[in-house]
Every structure is written in C-alpha cells, then in structure tokens.
C-alpha cells in the first residue's frame, strides 16, 4: 500500500494551470479578433452611412477606452469572485455588442453597442487572464502570460481576414451577425473552464509544488507560504499608486498603446489608400498577428530569464525601428516586412507589462494593478484611431500619424529607463 502511493507520488500529474492557459489564450483570441477586425468595417460604414473617417474611428477609440476603464473594474472583480463569471458576462455582452450593431441605423447606435458595450466585453480579456495565469506559475510565468496572450496575436491573424471574406461576400451587417456568434460560443465555454487559483483544484503552483511533492507536512506548509507570497505579499492598489514606479509603467504604457492602436486600426485603411487591393492589405494584419503569436511566447520566455524591463526594451527598439520603415513603405514586400517586425515586436511587448507589474508590485492585488495598466491602454487606444482617423481626414495620408507613433514608442522607451523597484510598503 505505501509502496502504491509513493508510486503515485512520484507518478507525473497533468497540471491543469495549461488547461487554464489554453482557455484563456481561447478567450483572447475570440476577443482580441473582434478588435483587431474593426479596420475591415471602417470603409464599409463610412460609405453606408456618409460618415467621415474620424467619426467611424471614434467608435473605436471609445470602444478603447471603456474597455481599459472598466478593465479595473473587472480585475477587481476577479481578484475577488474569481474569473469564471467575469469573462463569461463579459463574453455574452460583446457577442451581444456585436449582434446589436448589426442593426444600426445611427452613429450614437454604433457607439453604444459597439463602442460601450463591444467596450466592456473586452474588458474581460486581459486583466483577468493576465491575473488568473500569474497565480497558476511561479516558474514558468512568463511563458504562460506568453502563450495567453498569444491569443491576441492569434485572433488578429484569423478574424480580420474572416472579416474581410464574411463583409465581401455578404456585406457588414450579418458580418457582424457571424462575428458576434463566433465570440459567443468560443468565450463563454473558454470561462468556464478557468479556475482563480491552484487552491481550487487542491493543487499549488507550477514550481511550488516541485519542491514539495510526497511530503505532505512539507506540502501544508509550502501551501501556507505560497497563500502569503502569492495573495497576501506586495503592494495593495492603493499603495502601487503612491510609487513613482506605478505612474512611470502607466505612462509608458499609454504612449504604447497609443503608437499599436493608430496602427493597427488604419494600416488597412493606409494600404488601400496606396493602391493595394484589399484581399492583401487585410493579410498585413494577418502577417501582424502571425508573428505577434510568435512574439508573446518567445518574448515572454526570455523575460522568465532576462526580467521584464530588458525584455521590454528589446521589443520597443524593435517596434520603433518598424514605424520608422513603415514612414517609406510604398512597395507590398516592405509593408509585408513592416508586418512581421512590428508584429514580434509589439507581441513581445505584450506580456511583459504584467511581468513588470508583478516584478516590481508582487500579486497581492495584481489584477487590479494590471486592469489600471488597462485603463492606459485605453487612453492610448482613444487617443491612437481617433488621431489617425483625423489626420487622414485632414491631410489624406496617414505619414504624420504614423511619424507620431514612432515618436510615441521611443518616449515609452526614454521613460522606461527610470522605472525602479519601490520599497515595500509595510503595516
């Protein structure tokens, strides 16, 4: 018998935290396609309904923004409901969104069904991943966060293309029928399958557990540690926003986001300005999220070895580097190799903003502290498609918006150099 169970000791146990990755990388993917899908209805409504560039951009730049203010909602409300209900509402309220402004017949139509409540489904769609993950993995973190958010990547590469397809062959309105559908029954049963912590499956996390398997006194105490360094330890929000590091990682993120939305929510729109039929303008963002995909995980593997901050700044000397080849990109193989660097790039970008978080803040509130980093890229996200849309309008050309995103992604890299690890705050 005792021979029995040290065999099933030492026997290797599928750890459900990758059950947890795929679902929530499954999640991000439905979520993130239908943002990233906007630009293919950008052309469509303005022409439907008479409206101006800068006035069908403004459904995006406030879908942005209510989805990272209400992003500190719903990382609040998963640091203390769990995420199973959070991203599952969140999920019914976008596929609804999206039904809904299939119907629409006015501009303060698409604004609220898109623009609010598109907004609020997708605020489900980081924080409470990011958290979720983050307390699943204590080795290994940052290639989980990686695989999560190579969901993004994932669904930009395969919804914008099916976006295309769906509004060419049976125009936008039940385009957004079937796009509406798709988040609907991919996010909901995705939900459902995420769990808040290990403590849920009577597990610990993935590298807690390690050092502690087949002890079970070992295992109480390895539990009670791992329930104070992973829920207890670290800073509240309240104290993370008395550090200047707090404000320094808000910043930069703001003028991130607002380079990658501008981009990403009028380089179809760019391309097709220069000529280049839509069918292959579409597969820029394919090109975008395929190497966005491989970014994430890669990047976020290095940054398990090289720490966020200089993992980081790999990746936005590299997105830099890109927006300035995309300024004298005329030709289709240069904004193919525009795609591809700025999709790495940007991808690798992505996970590391937790990874800082929790570098610096510990996860005593991190899904909080990452839905506030959500609140910044909501406001780079109203500020990016919103600019864009206007410069075209006013100009004809997107060459000044896209010289501002350069310039935004190196004052994300200057301010970077100044972030350090505040003292812990004690009580």
Same mark, same amino acid.
């Given at each position: ?266 380089? %179809?729109?760019?391309? @097709?300005?220069?000529? *280049?039929?839509?069918?292959? !303008?579409?597969?820029? /963002? =394919?090109? +975008? ?109 997107? %060459?000044?918006?896209? @010289?501002?995103?350069? *310039?935004?992604?190196?004052? !994300?890299?200057?301010? /970077? =150099?100044? +972030? ?8």
């Amino acid at each position: 018998m005792k021979s029995d169970e040290v065999d099933q000791a030492k026997a290797p146990r599928f750890f459900y935290g990758w059950v947890v990755v795929a679902a929530a990388f499954c999640v991000a993917l439905a979520a993130y396609g239908v943002q990233y899908s906007f630009g293919i209805f950008l052309e469509p409504l303005s022409e439907d309904f008479g409206w101006s560039v800068a006035l069908v951009s403004g459904a995006a730049s406030l879908f942005m923004f209510s989805r990272g203010a209400l992003a500190i909602l719903t990382g609040w409300v998963t640091d203390r409901y769990g995420p199973r209900m959070t991203v599952a509402i969140g999920g019914f309220v976008l596929g609804l969104g999206l039904i809904l402004t299939s119907q629409i017949n006015a501009a303060w139509q698409l604004y609220l069904f898109y623009g609010l409540m598109g907004g609020f489904g997708l605020s489900v769609a980081f924080a409470p991943l990011v958290a979720t993950a983050s307390r699943w993995f204590v080795s290994k973190r940052g290639l989980a966060i990686g695989i999560v958010l190579a969901g993004i990547g994932a669904g930009t590469a395969i919804i914008p293309p099916l976006a295309r397809y769906l509004v060419a062959t049976y125009e936008w309105r039940l385009s957004y029928i079937i796009i509406g559908l798709l988040a609907l029954v991919i996010i909901i049963p995705g939900a459902l399958l995420l769990r808040r912590s290990p403590d849920e499956k009577g597990l610990l996390p993935l590298g807690k557990a390690e050092a502690t398997a087949g002890d079970e006194e070992n295992s109480n105490i390895a539990k009670r540690e791992d329930s104070l360094t992973s829920e207890s330890a670290g800073f509240s929000l309240k104290d993370a926003a008395h550090t200047r590091a707090f404000w320094l990682l808000l910043a930069i993120i703001i003028f991130w986001s607002t380079c990658v939305q501008m981009t990403m929510m009028h380089i %179809y729109h760019h391309a @097709t300005d220069l000529g *280049i039929p839509g069918v292959v !303008a579409a597969n820029f /963002l =394919a090109v +975008i999220g395929i190497f966005s995909i491989i970014g994430r995980p890669v990047m976020g593997a290095v940054s398990d070895r090289l720490g966020g901050k200089r993992t980081l700044v790999i990746c936005l000397v590299l997105q830099a580097l890109a927006m300035f080849w995309l300024l004298r990109a005329t030709d289709i193989w240069m904004l193919y190799l525009f795609a591809a660097v700025f999709g790495f790039a940007y991808g690798g970008c992505v996970p590391q903003l937790p990874v800082i978080a929790g570098e610096i803040f510990e996860l005593k509130s991190i899904g909080a502290i990452v839905g506030v980093q959500m609140l910044g890229v909501a406001i780079g996200g109203a500020i990016g498609p919103l600019l864009g849309g206007y410069v075209f309008d006013v100009t004809q050309s997107y %060459y000044f918006a896209f @010289t501002v995103s350069a *310039i935004c992604t190196i004052i !994300a890299l200057i301010l /970077l =150099a100044f +972030i350090r690890v505040p003292r812990k705050v004690s009580h």
